[in-house]
């Protein structure tokens, strides 16, 4: 199967920068899209972006000018660049890669990661 492993998570002050990594190993051909979501304590899972195998980025408006986010494909990696931080981005962010197993799969399979928190105080 697929394994995603998120790092890059921790404490940080408001204004201050963060620089996620998701990595996707096992049975991995192709990735087809990864993204990035966060779930702050009592609220519910919400989408912050995305990036296709062509480099199409797709952001939440509140993260906007804000993230970044990339991958290297023959890595399998993806990553999520947060500069300005503000309290409100605090949540545990979690990877999500739409992968394929062998080529000519019709359909990718999604798989999701643990999670890396990150908080933002001062």
């Known amino acids: 199967q697929v394994r995603l492993v998120e790092s890059g998570g921790g404490l940080v002050q408001p204004g201050g920068s963060l620089r996620l990594s998701c990595e996707a190993s096992?049975?991995?051909?192709?990735?087809?899209?990864m993204g990035w979501y966060r779930q702050a304590p009592g609220k519910l899972r919400e989408f912050v972006a995305s990036?296709?195998?062509?480099?199409?980025?797709n952001y939440t408006e509140a993260v906007k000018g804000r993230f970044t986010i990339s991958r290297v494909i023959a890595k399998n990696t993806g990553y999520l660049q947060m500069n300005s931080l503000k309290p409100e981005d605090t949540a545990d962010y979690l990877c999500r890669a739409t992968v394929r197993h062998w080529p000519y799969q019709p359909r990718g399979q999604d798989y999701w990661g643990q999670g890396t928190q990150v908080t933002v105080s001062s």
């Open positions: 990036v296709t195998s062509t480099g199409r980025t």
């Open positions: 096992g049975s991995v051909f192709s990735i087809d899209d």
